[in-house]
């Protein structure tokens, strides 16, 4: 996934929940920006009650009819403590849990034009979400604390990656795994892999053969041997840069992005 709008501003809040605001506004609302709080509460003497609400989050998308040819991608990187997202008044998924990120395809909910996105959220303290329903000594507030983006993605993407490898003698042997996401049939790809060095130049370059399986799915590379990288440690975390991309007949479907480091961790009897 990559080139994705960071999708925060012109939100409108309600400090409750209708029905009708999934298909229409009202008139008391906050224009409000993410990363945004149910209510803002003092510095100390507060109940965790005062955040415990059902509130709703409104924006629009204007969608074009070209991103109607690829796939429309909300992911939200927490909202605390469970949200239901709307779409044109239908229901596109849930979420639970606050700390987590969630990702949701609404392509076959949104027209050409504009859309209406509501999430409707729960901020209670509720059982059947960790870490409640146990003695905790901290607050978690409530509503769309992190950020939100929006993506606009081929039929096939790259939904994150693992940048795994073996350190053999001075040389790293490169095994990256990759989390694909295909809402097409089977088809087969290139994966094109190119490691970059911390100036940007490029350390080691190669392509492998995949074949991405409807759904979900993930793929371990064959490996690639990369010699004598620079180590990384404590005293000098030095990172590289990992580049994916897929490719199809020649065209560019995804790009995704990762830094990683070589290091070893091993447990002596000196520590």
């Known amino acids: 996934m990559d080139k994705p709008v960071l999708w925060n501003l012109n939100w409108k809040f309600y400090d409750y929940f209708e029905e009708n605001l999934l298909t229409e506004d009202s008139d008391r609302c906050s224009d409000v920006n993410l990363p945004h709080t149910v209510k803002e509460l003092p510095l100390s003497y507060f109940s965790h009650q005062e955040t415990a609400m059902i509130s709703t989050y409104v924006k629009l998308l204007s969608v074009t009819s070209r991103m109607l040819e690829n796939r429309i991608i909300l992911v939200f990187d927490g909202v605390m403590t469970y949200f239901e997202l709307f779409v044109n008044g239908q229901r596109a998924g849930e979420h639970k849990g606050g700390y987590s990120k969630s990702m949701f395809d609404i392509t076959g909910l949104c027209k050409e034009g504009p859309n209406r996105i509501v999430l409707r959220v729960d901020s209670h303290e509720r059982e059947d979400i960790p870490p409640f329903g146990y003695a905790i000594d901290y607050m978690t507030y409530g509503g769309v604390y992190r950020d939100v983006w929006l993506y606009c993605c081929s039929q096939v993407f790259v939904e994150r990656a693992l940048i795994r490898y073996d350190l053999e003698s001075k040389n790293a042997i490169l095994k990256p795994e990759l989390f694909l996401d295909n809402s097409g049939p089977e088809c087969s790809l290139t994966a094109d892999i190119c490691l970059k060095d911390k100036e940007g130049a490029i350390v080691a370059s190669y392509k492998r053969c995949i074949q991405a399986t409807p759904g979900k799915s993930s793929i371990i590379l064959e490996p690639q041997c990369v010699p004598s990288p620079i180590l990384w440690d404590p005293d000098t975390p030095y990172l590289y840069t990992v580049d994916i991309t ?26």
């Not at 199809?248 to 995704?256: A, K, T, Y």
């Open 246 to 271: 897929l490719e199809s007949g020649g065209r560019v479907l995804d790009r995704h992005h990762v830094r990683t480091g070589f290091r070893t961790v091993a447990c002596t009897p000196e520590g």
